[in-house]
């Protein structure tokens, strides 16, 4: 598991690629709440090198976006691969998080 | 019979009609006397009809008492009927004459009247105790007749139980089988069995029955049923021994055992687990002719002891292999000086025996230990049953992963890996590679994080099979029993802020699987999964 993090304008941007799972989560857990603590408001994760999502890599995603939704932040998903998106199909995550098929789809949104 | 009782008819000869006077004036009161003057007129008496008893003078003009004797016994019509010398002859080699020729008694004149009175009574009390004695004999005979038409019918059910029609599975390339039971007995307590389990399980299993005839052949088929129906949804031999065995000993007052092998074999992969209850070792036979005693052994017989765990080994059969299973008829076969057929002679057999199939396999077997026995009498039913590995599989594209971990989170991210190293190298689809990482971590996490109260010291199994068509992936833990499939699904119309994830992970295995099952083994829960690997897998 890597997680890449750049910035594109007020936009943090996470590049996640490997697994996100039961081994990865509480590290990309670290690495978001590390962002949101120093006070990025807005963050775009990317899995477009993501291999699979497991849950308890969505219980990172659905605590993430609780925690920025009341602060008036936004979190963004591009990039999913068909796994990931049948995932988020059954999971109804592609209904309550904003997805988006590419980064430049994303940002423009952001 | 005639409903009058009539009085007994005695048949005096002599050729002194005041001799005939003195035994009719002894005997008339309780018996119709007839008289004969002679030999040739006593035939022809008793001819017409017979008496029930004959006074027989010895010296007669014309035919003799012992040649009138001799002519009666020799004929069967009249052979039972107790003939009594009745003369003045006294010499003691007379007597011995007259006995010698079959007489009844021996009586010298001059006639005593209660000692003539008394023998005829005794003489002809005792013949129909004979009668009587015959009637039962014949009656029993009868009896015995039928009961042998009836093991006769019990040998024909018996036989009928065990799958008998070969080719068994005609339209099976991936292996050949065939099995023979040649029985001791009209009915005996061995018996071998035979089913697919699903589309990639075979179950073998051969048994012996401690005792021969009906009380063995009863426990034999209530010993095969309940094999059969103990391994419909039981994928563990030792499960099924187990399970079996309980049911067994439970209820079993004449304490009667089986031995028995039992295999469950994946034909697309050769690998098979066993559990041996007491039962001879088989012989793997491999292509080039080496050969592979599995000689573990993983509890006692079946039947003694109720509540006893049986364990299991694995194997694994390439293609052109054997698997070769009997009972110890073939090994305790006895020629006719008494000597053993022998585990040698048939290792010996076995190295060089024909491979060409399972038939010429067991043929050649049987006819090697006939040979051996040159017409000795069997003294044990003969089982042979032969499994032949034809495939195993398609090059390249089929092939299994089995690892085992310590319960412990840390050990996931390890079974990934190599999982995702198992994918590649099977060339699995991406999106199929990427599935099973996700179920494994799932289904570890799960086990690992719920399913002990302490985990460390326990071990968890999994195994991936993957064939042209599907895929396969099994975890098994010791964990507290608990079927994760018969969890409630959770609500995921629910908004961010309403949403729980406990039960999400079950869902998404259950939803990108093809089919799910939950089965509790020997102590282990069992989780099986399968993935097709059609067009939407790809």
Same mark, same amino acid.
Do not use: W
């Given at each position: 598991?890597?997680?890449?993090?750049?910035?594109?304008?007020?936009?943090?941007?996470?590049?996640?690629? &490997?697994?996100?799972?039961?081994?990865?989560?509480?590290?990309?857990?670290?690495?978001?709440?590390?962002?949101?603590?120093?006070?990025?408001?807005?963050?775009?994760?990317?899995?477009?090198?993501?291999?699979?999502?497991?849950?308890? &890599?969505?219980?990172?995603?659905?605590?993430?976006?609780?925690?920025? &939704?009341?602060?008036?932040?936004?979190?963004?998903?591009?990039?999913?691969?068909?796994?990931?998106?049948?995932?988020?199909?059954?999971?109804?995550?592609?209904?309550?998080?904003?997805?988006?098929?590419?980064?430049?789809?994303?940002?423009?949104?952001? | 019979?005639?409903?009058?009782?009539?009085?007994?008819?005695?048949?005096?000869?002599?050729?002194?009609?005041?001799?005939?006077?003195?035994?009719?004036?002894?005997?008339?009161?309780?018996?119709?006397?007839?008289?004969?003057?002679?030999?040739?007129?006593?035939?022809?008496?008793?001819?017409?009809?017979?008496?029930?008893?004959?006074?027989?003078?010895?010296?007669?003009?014309?035919?003799?008492?012992?040649?009138?004797?001799?002519?009666?016994?020799?004929?069967?019509?009249?052979?039972?009927?107790?003939?009594?010398?009745?003369?003045?002859?006294?010499?003691?080699?007379?007597?011995?004459?007259?006995?010698?020729?079959?007489?009844?008694?021996?009586?010298?004149?001059?006639?005593?009247?209660?000692?003539?009175?008394?023998?005829?009574?005794?003489?002809?009390?005792?013949?129909?105790?004979?009668?009587?004695?015959?009637?039962?004999?014949?009656?029993?005979?009868?009896?015995?007749?039928?009961?042998?038409?009836?093991?006769?019918?019990?040998?024909?059910?018996?036989?009928?139980?065990?799958?008998?029609?070969?080719?068994?599975?005609?339209? !099976?390339?991936?292996?050949?089988?065939?099995?023979?039971?040649?029985?001791?007995?009209?009915?005996?307590?061995?018996?071998?069995?035979?089913?697919?389990?699903?589309?990639?399980?075979?179950?073998?299993?051969?048994?012996?029955?401690?005792?021969?005839?009906?009380?063995?052949?009863?426990?034999?088929?209530?010993?095969?049923?309940?094999?059969?129906?103990?391994?419909?949804?039981?994928?563990?031999?030792?499960?099924?021994?187990?399970?079996?065995?309980?049911?067994?000993?439970?209820?079993?007052?004449?304490?009667?055992?089986?031995?028995?092998?039992?295999?469950?074999?994946?034909?697309?992969?050769?690998?098979?687990?066993?559990?041996?209850?007491?039962?001879?070792?088989?012989?793997?036979?491999?292509?080039?002719?080496?050969?592979?005693?599995?000689?573990?052994?993983? =509890?006692?017989?079946?039947?003694?002891?109720?509540?006893?765990?049986?364990?299991?080994?694995?194997?694994?059969?390439?293609? =052109?292999?054997?698997?070769?299973?009997?009972?110890?008829?073939?090994?305790?076969?006895?020629?006719?000086?008494?000597?053993?057929?022998?585990?040698? !002679?048939?290792?010996?057999?076995?190295?060089?025996?024909?491979?060409?199939?399972?038939?010429?396999?067991? =043929?050649?077997?049987?006819?090697?230990?006939?040979?051996?026995?040159?017409?000795?009498?069997?003294?044990?039913?003969?089982?042979?049953?032969?499994?032949?590995?034809?495939?195993?599989?398609?090059?390249?594209?089929?092939?299994?992963?089995?690892?085992?971990?310590?319960?412990?989170?840390?050990?996931?991210?390890?079974?990934?890996?190599?999982?995702?190293?198992?994918? %590649?190298?099977?060339?699995?689809?991406? =999106?199929?590679?990427?599935?099973?990482?996700?179920?494994?971590?799932?289904?570890?996490?799960?086990?690992?994080?719920?399913?002990?109260?302490?985990?460390?010291?326990?071990?968890?199994?999994?195994?991936?099979?993957? %064939?042209?068509?599907?895929?396969?992936?099994?975890?098994?833990?010791?964990?507290?029993?608990?079927?994760?499939?018969?969890?409630? !699904?959770?609500?995921?119309?629910?908004?961010?802020?309403?949403?729980?994830?406990?039960?999400?992970?079950?869902?998404?295995?259950?939803?990108?699987?093809?089919?799910?099952?939950?089965?509790?083994?020997?102590?282990?829960?069992?989780?099986?999964?399968?993935?097709?690997?059609?067009?939407?897998?790809?």
């Amino acid at each position: 598991m890597k997680i890449d993090i750049s910035e594109s304008g007020d936009v943090r941007v996470l590049a996640f690629e &490997g697994n996100l799972d039961t081994s990865t989560s509480p590290e990309a857990e670290t690495r978001i709440n590390e962002l949101i603590d120093g006070g990025a408001s807005k963050l775009l994760i990317n899995f477009t090198q993501l291999n699979f999502i497991a849950s308890s &890599g969505l219980r990172v995603l659905l605590a993430t976006a609780k925690k920025l &939704g009341p602060a008036g932040g936004t979190l963004g998903i591009c990039g999913l691969n068909p796994t990931v998106q049948e995932v988020f199909d059954i999971s109804g995550f592609g209904t309550i998080l904003n997805v988006f098929e590419t980064e430049d789809e994303a940002l423009s949104a952001f | 019979m005639t409903e009058i009782k009539q009085k007994p008819v005695v048949l005096a000869v002599d050729d002194t009609p005041e001799n005939l006077d003195v035994v009719k004036g002894i005997l008339a009161r309780d018996y119709t006397v007839k008289a004969a003057i002679n030999g040739q007129m006593a035939l022809k008496i008793v001819e017409k009809a017979p008496p029930d008893l004959i006074l027989l003078d010895i010296m007669m003009p014309g035919l003799s008492g012992y040649e009138v004797c001799e002519q009666l016994k020799a004929n069967p019509a009249t052979r039972d009927i107790p003939v009594i010398f009745l003369t003045a002859m006294e010499q003691t080699t007379d007597e011995a004459k007259g006995f010698g020729l079959g007489a009844a008694d021996y009586i010298t004149k001059p006639v005593n009247p209660p000692i003539l009175e008394a023998r005829v009574k005794t003489h002809l009390a005792l013949k129909q105790s004979m009668d009587e004695l015959q009637a039962a004999f014949g009656i029993i005979k009868q009896q015995k007749d039928r009961m042998q038409e009836e093991l006769n019918v019990g040998h024909t059910i018996q036989m009928s139980m065990l799958p008998q029609a070969f080719p068994a599975f005609p339209d !099976r390339t991936e292996f050949d089988l065939h099995a023979l039971l040649k029985p001791a007995r009209e009915v005996g307590g061995d018996f071998y069995d035979f089913f697919l389990l699903d589309d990639d399980r075979i179950c073998l299993v051969v048994g012996d029955v401690s005792g021969k005839g009906v009380p063995a052949a009863l426990f034999m088929a209530v010993s095969q049923t309940m094999i059969k129906t103990a391994a419909k949804g039981d994928a563990s031999p030792a499960s099924i021994v187990t399970r079996v065995n309980d049911a067994l000993s439970a209820d079993n007052p004449t304490s009667m055992f089986v031995t028995l092998f039992l295999a469950i074999l994946d034909f697309h992969s050769g690998c098979f687990s066993y559990c041996n209850a007491g039962h001879n070792p088989p012989y793997i036979v491999h292509a080039d002719g080496g050969l592979i005693c599995l000689n573990q052994r993983h =509890g006692v017989v079946m039947g003694a002891m109720e509540g006893l765990a049986y364990g299991e080994s694995e194997g694994k059969l390439q293609e =052109g292999d054997a698997l070769f299973m009997f009972t110890d008829g073939v090994t305790e076969a006895m020629d006719t000086e008494g000597q053993l057929y022998g585990e040698a !002679r048939l290792e010996q057999l076995l190295e060089g025996v024909d491979r060409s199939g399972a038939k010429p396999l067991t =043929g050649a077997v049987l006819g090697s230990v006939e040979r051996f026995a040159q017409g000795a009498e069997q003294s044990d039913d003969i089982t042979i049953l032969a499994y032949c590995a034809r495939q195993s599989g398609e090059a390249g594209s089929r092939d299994s992963l089995d690892l085992t971990i310590d319960a412990d989170l840390a050990r996931i991210a390890e079974v990934l890996e190599k999982a995702q190293a198992f994918a %590649d190298q099977a060339k699995l689809p991406t =999106g199929v590679g990427q599935k099973m990482g996700m179920i494994l971590d799932e289904l570890l996490n799960n086990s690992i994080s719920y399913g002990f109260e302490d985990p460390s010291g326990h071990e968890i199994d999994i195994h991936i099979h993957a %064939d042209s068509s599907r895929l396969t992936l099994k975890v098994s833990d010791e964990g507290i029993p608990f079927n994760p499939f018969t969890l409630n !699904r959770p609500d995921t119309s629910l908004s961010i802020n309403e949403r729980e994830i406990g039960g999400l992970g079950v869902m998404l295995v259950k939803e990108m699987t093809d089919k799910q099952g939950y089965e509790r083994l020997s102590g282990h829960n069992v989780i099986t999964l399968t993935i097709e690997l059609n067009q939407n897998n790809q």
